[in-house]
Nanobody
Framework: VQLQASGGGLVQAGGSLRLSCVAS????????MRWYRQAPGKQRELVAQ???????YLIDSVKGRFTVSRDNTKSTMYLQMNSLKPEDTAVYFC?????????WGQGTQVTVSS
């Protein structure tokens, strides 16, 4: 399984970006997909999670601004980010967990200027 993240970029505070994470390879059954982010000098943190059944979770700091969704027919997870803040600046990584297997995508840089 390979994960390909895209959609990052440079945006002004208050702007929006939409990240995508496409999974390729043999994917079947129950799984969980996540977005993590890592800012310079900080630990990687979980931002959002969505299961194959559609149950989702967002950390408090992004609730009301971010939305996580997925299209199982396209094996793709999305992160719609609105009202972006400078503190959202980080490299964003996607993750797929299935049974005991864990897969990571490469990061996509999100930079929010003030």
């Amino acid at each position: 399984v390979q994960l390909q993240a895209s959609g990052g970029g440079l945006v002004q505070a208050g702007g929006s970006l939409r990240l995508s994470c496409v999974a390729s390879g043999s994917i079947s059954g129950l799984d969980v997909m996540r977005w993590y982010r890592q800012a310079p000098g900080k630990q990687r943190e979980l931002v959002a999670q969505i299961t194959s059944g559609g149950n989702w979770y967002l950390i408090d700091s992004v609730k009301g601004r971010f939305t996580v969704s997925r299209d199982n027919t396209k094996s793709t997870m999305y992160l719609q980010m609105n009202s972006l803040k400078p503190e959202d600046t980080a490299v964003y990584f996607c993750y797929l967990g299935q049974a005991s297997n864990k897969y990571w995508g490469q990061g996509t840089q999100v930079t929010v200027s003030s």
